[in-house]
């Protein structure tokens, strides 16, 4: 079992998922830059396929007012 992301980008399944790491990272990287252009505040973003997960991002901040980070849920 790979190691899920708590903060952060983790593309660990991508291939056993059929999924190009690199191509993967340009779309997580979207999320990425809409949050350094405040776009938005911040973002979670999973990935999956075939009951494999290929990706996670988690991005910025879930309460801007507070400065609480996107974290995976159940971590804190």
Do not use: K
């Not at 830059?33 to 991002?57: C, F, L, S």
């Amino acid at each position: 079992m790979t190691r899920m992301a708590e903060r952060g980008v983790s593309l660990d399944g991508a291939r056993a998922a059929s999924f190009d790491p690199d191509g993967l990272r340009r779309a997580f990287g979207l999320l990425e830059q809409w949050v350094e252009d405040d776009v938005v505040p911040g973002a979670a973003a999973i990935v999956t396929r075939g009951g494999r997960v290929a990706g996670e991002a988690y991005v910025g901040l879930a309460v801007a007012v507070h400065g609480v980070a996107v974290l995976r849920r159940g971590r804190q």
